[in-house]
């Protein structure tokens, strides 16, 4: 694959990590709120392993991946955390 066609996977892949912080912040009072971040959520989890593979699993493109999943997708690591400890503590919504 030519760098050219990487270059635009992973500049896809930031962009859409940035669109879902963005949203995170900004469409707040949506009804579809939650509906829009797991749609650029997946958009992202996609365009990663995208990226994962069109690199052949090097190992930097998996730490960068990683990491801006993380920064991304902090709302869902947030709700997940959340959910575990409110199901541990025994006050689960």
Known sequence: MD????????????????????AQFSLWMMPSYFMVLAVLATLSLVLGIIVIVKNQFAKGSLVFVILLLGVGQWW???LLLMQ???ATRGFAP
């Open 3 to 22: 760098p050219k066609t990487r270059m635009q996977f992973w500049l896809a892949f930031l962009a859409a990590n940035i669109v879902t912080w963005i």
């Open 76 to 78: 869902l690591i947030e």
């Open 84 to 86: 575990v400890l409110w």
